[in-house]
T-cell receptor, first 114, second 113 residues
């Protein structure tokens, strides 16, 4: 299994809603990432988890709350978002052992905040 | 400041033609350079990875080159197909820092029949 899955594929939410994005991988990767990508722009790193611990938070607003319940799952909890948070949210993972540093990306969740 | 610049921003070619995409970087210290293909609304998929000592690497119809002295890379696509229509992103990794990847803005390639 060389796949990173993300659910849902699309999400529309209001500014007062609470929702969660989910990411799953079964490749044994111990590093997992959340990226935000606006149209026609490169992905921007948001969070990095290493061995299920948050290692990097790129000054992301607190309305985004990541969670890594186990080595296969990564969640992103959303609360009180703004319309400018509408974007494609990408999850990625990579191994922390061996020589390769390839990040495997999921298909993304297209988020629209009304 | 680490930067990755790609050109052209967008490119339209006819099916069957070849094309070359450019990537210039100022990332230091350099670890490796990767080309990703990203279909619209999908996650990026790695095409090639090159380290300091590698000049060229192929993956099917994709051939990447790296000149570590001038800090330039190119991605050549041979005999383009409609399915090559995508954004091609150059990503450079630096060593010695936790924030390791610098993404280019991508080249949007459109292949027309």
């Amino acid at each position: 299994d060389t796949e990173v899955t993300q659910t849902p594929k699309h999400l529309v939410m209001g500014m007062t809603n609470k929702k969660s994005l989910k990411c799953e991988q079964h490749m044994g990767h111990r590093a997992m990432y959340w990226y935000k990508q606006k149209a026609k722009k490169p992905p921007e790193l948001m969070f990095v988890y290493s061995y299920e611990k948050l290692s990097i938070n790129e000054s992301v607003p607190s309305r985004f709350s990541p969670e890594c319940p186990n080595s296969s799952l990564l969640n992103l909890h959303l609360h009180a978002l703004q319309p400018e948070d509408s974007a494609l949210y990408l999850c990625a993972s990579r191994t922390l052992s061996g020589s390769t540093d390839t990040q495997y990306f999921g298909p993304g969740t297209r988020l629209t905040v009304l | 400041k680490n930067q990755v610049e790609q050109s052209p921003q967008s490119l339209i070619i006819l099916e069957g033609k070849n094309c070359t995409l450019q990537c210039n970087y100022t990332v230091s210290p350099f670890s490796n350079l990767r080309w990703y293909k990203q279909d619209t609304g999908r996650g990026p998929v790695s095409l090639t990875i090159m380290t300091f000592s590698e000049n060229t690497k192929s993956n099917g119809r994709y051939t990447a080159t790296l000149d570590a002295d001038t800090k330039q890379s190119s991605l050549h696509i041979t005999a383009s197909q409609l399915s090559d229509s995508a954004s091609y992103i150059c990503v450079v990794r630096n060593s010695g820092s936790a924030r390791q990847l610098t993404f280019g803005s991508g080249t949007q390639l459109t292949v027309l029949p």
